[in-house]
Structure formats: C-alpha cells, structure tokens
C-alpha cells in the first residue's frame, strides 16, 4: 500500500510539471514572405522560414518587406501581418506593439476546423506507469481508413522473437521477426470495411492473437477501412487546399490525415515534420495523441520521457 502511494504522488507531481510546461497554439502563421522573425524569449530572433505554430509568450516581428498570414485557433479568424510590425502572443490571441494588423475576417472552414483540433496537449503528457509488454496484452487501432497513397498498417512488435500472421477480411500476410519496434505492413486493395485478425507465433507456438476489445460492454472486431474512389473527392479537395495554403504539407495535413481516422498516416506526417522542424517541439504532444489511438504504448512512453527531459532544458 504504501509503495502504491508513492507510485501515486510521483505520477501527480510528475504529471502536473509537464501539465504546466504543455500548452496549445494560439495561432499559426502561414504564408510568409520577405523577412519576418519569432522569438520564445524576447531575447534570441529566429528568422521564419516555413509555417510557425505561434504560442503564448512569443513574439513575432515583421521587416520593410515582411509580411503573412495568421490564423487564430479559437477564433477561426485570418488577419493579415503588415510591414515594420511586432506583436506579442498572448492567451486570448495577438497583441499589437508596433505598426498594423489588417482586420480579423473568417478563415477557409476546413484550415479552421484542423486549427481547432490543437488542443487538450496535457492529456498526452501525464507521466502513468506503463502496462507491461506482455503477449497477452497485444493491441493494434480498434479502427482505420487507409488509401491507395497510404496503405499501411502498423502496431508495435512485442518483442524480435515474435512473428506475426495478419489476416485483413480474405487476405493475409505474413511478417517475420524483427528489431524493429513497429511493425509495418503495406496492405493490398480491397473493398469497403473488413476485420482485422492477428496471431502471434513463436517459432511455430502460437503466443497469442489479437482479441475483441469491448465497447459499451459488446465485443467488437479491429477493423480496416479502404476508402473508396466514391469517397476520395472530399478528401483530395481537402489535400489540394492544405498544399495551397501550405506549401511545405506541414503538420495540418496530419491533422487532416487525424480527422479522416488515417491513423499510420498522421503518425508519419507528423514524425517527419517534428524531424525536419526540431524547434516546433512544443507541438509533439500530438504526435503522443496518434501513439495512442494506433496503442504504440512503449514508444508513446519512451518518446514522452525524452519529450519531458527536452522540455526542461
């Protein structure tokens, strides 16, 4: 009883640092032309070369030839960054110090609606003892919607002895053993929804399989959902706004990717952007937010830890 609440105070304290130091975007700035810079600290000005997730506390700066477009994330609202202007980012939006914003007027409804999405970051960063990886306790995505241009499924490997027999509706796959912590299968067409099944096999034993999970008290299959050419116009016209609006097919498109269930996608899109853009770290709880959904618990916690120390620094 007593190392329990230890394990318990640990976790609150813990969990509460990482609440205080995670916050969400208040806006991001897009479409950026000539010299505009950003600092975190007032003090060191980083010159803006892409897409900028703006949060609370920064500042950003616009020169003679400066200037870009600024969605506020609560708001839904473009105003346009004059020339030879400095605002502050503040909790409740921006706040001008010097020179002009243009008036506030709605954003496009989809980039909108993505921007809104950034939010809740600290329920992904509370530090929790991890379950323990075990064969029995074998999970994948209750539910995803894959594509022709992103055909993968994922799930993280229990441990380099262990292959893997995949069965998607009448099709299967097999996966040998291997070090690598996800594993990642390229899934051939198919049609509509089908179930998901996967055994899991040491040498020729069969450990384990994956089992039902229970929603609201029924036994529901793990399920896989190719979308259809029917079902592909919305989803392309959403691809083509967030490329003209986002050259880069920055972290929006994995937001979009989030909201169609294109769990492995999103996983990847993400991973890349915080890849190429190691100064966006604040946004990584976003990425924890896909480990989750995709039950990538060992690396959701390895990842967290290092996420926590860089944090700090």
């Known amino acids: 009883m007593k190392k329990l609440l230890i394990t318990f105070i640990f976790c609150t304290i813990v969990g509460s640092l990482l609440y205080a130091r995670t916050k969400d975007p208040v806006a991001v700035l897009f479409q950026v032309r000539g010299n505009v810079e950003y600092t975190k600290n007032g003090l060191k000005w980083k010159k803006v070369r892409r897409n900028k997730f703006l949060f609370s506390g920064y500042q950003i700066r616009s020169s003679a030839t400066g200037s870009g477009i600024i969605t506020n994330r609560m708001s839904g609202e473009d105003s346009l960054l004059q020339p030879n202007t400095t605002l502050l980012v503040t909790d409740r939006g ?24 950034f939010s809740r970051s600290q329920s992904y960063t509370t530090v929790r003892r991890s379950a323990d990886q075990r064969p029995d306790a074998f ?119 989030e909201r169609e269930e294109m769990w492995s996608a999103a996983m990847d899109q993400y991973k890349t952007y915080l890849q190429e853009n190691p100064d966006e770290i604040e946004m990584t709880p976003y990425l924890f937010r896909v480990y989750k959904k995709l039950r990538l618990k ?12 860089a944090m700090k620094e």
Request: proline share 3%; hydrophobic share 30%; glycine share 4%.
């Open 94 to 117: 921006l706040k001008l110090k010097e020179g002009k914003l243009s008036e506030s007027k709605r954003s496009n409804a989809l980039i909108s609606g993505l921007m809104k999405r």
């Open 139 to 257: 999970d994948i995505v209750r539910h995803i919607i894959v594509t022709d241009d992103y055909p993968y499924l994922v799930w993280e490997n229990i441990d380099h002895k262990y292959r893997y027999e995949l069965a998607v509706g009448s099709d299967s796959y097999s996966i040998d053993p291997t070090e690598e912590s996800i594993i990642r299968v390229k899934l051939r067409p198919f049609e509509n929804t089908q179930t998901v099944k996967i055994k899991v096999f040491e040498g020729n034993k069969e450990v384990t399989e994956l089992q039902p999970y229970k929603t609201q008290g029924t036994l529901t299959n793990h399920t896989i959902h190719w979308m259809s050419e029917s079902e592909k116009g919305n989803f392309k016209e959403a691809i083509r706004t967030i490329q003209e609006n986002y050259p880069d097919n920055d972290f929006m498109l994995g937001s979009l990717f």
């Open 298 to 309: 060992e690396i959701y916690k390895n990842e967290l830890s290092l996420w926590a120390k």
